[in-house]
């Protein structure tokens, strides 16, 4: 199992602007998701992969594997504005059949805006199904299967991408 470095954003939730929310430094604990292990050696880097004018998607590249013939890694959905009682961020693990060109989604969990655990992490039981190219696992069958990486900055945990301003 990995522990995955995630985000207790202490004031996160306060209304103001982003310099106020930036003013309280976040606190790190950890998460174990049983299906994100990280490679030996490797720290967490987190990186945009894509987004939406509401969220960004990171992915973790130190959690990528492989078993069997099955790619997995670590992403999280975060949006760019939390509202009071909406989960501040997703972390879920996909898994991809590469040369078949299909994937699924096996583990999901939701964070509130303090770091708390808006759900408790759950083990999906999805069938695989078709990679769309253009959609959110095209472009993540491209680092998981192909090996490409998104541009820089890259970040060490979450809250240091939060703490850069969420971009």
Do not use: H
């Amino acid at each position: 199992m990995m522990r995955i470095a995630v985000l207790i954003a202490l004031g996160w939730a306060v209304a103001g602007s982003t310099e106020a929310r930036q003013a309280v430094p976040p606190q790190e604990e950890t998460l174990t998701l049983p299906g994100a292990q990280a490679r030996s050696g490797q720290s967490p880097e987190w990186q945009v992969f894509t987004r939406t004018s509401q969220r960004a998607y990171l992915v973790d590249p130190s959690t990528l594997r492989e078993t069997g013939g099955v790619t997995s890694i670590q992403i999280a959905r975060a949006p760019f504005a939390v509202e009071d009682g909406d989960p501040a961020w997703t972390l879920e693990t996909f898994e991809f059949r590469c040369s078949a060109g299909e994937y699924r989604t096996t583990q999901i969990a939701e964070f509130n805006a303090d770091g708390s655990a808006a759900t408790p992490p759950e083990t999906l039981d999805e069938a695989f199904e078709a990679i769309a190219p253009n959609g959110l696992s095209g472009y993540l069958k491209a680092i998981a299967c192909d090996g490409q990486r998104a541009r820089p900055p890259y970040y060490p945990s979450l809250a240091a991408w939060i703490a850069a301003g969420r971009k």
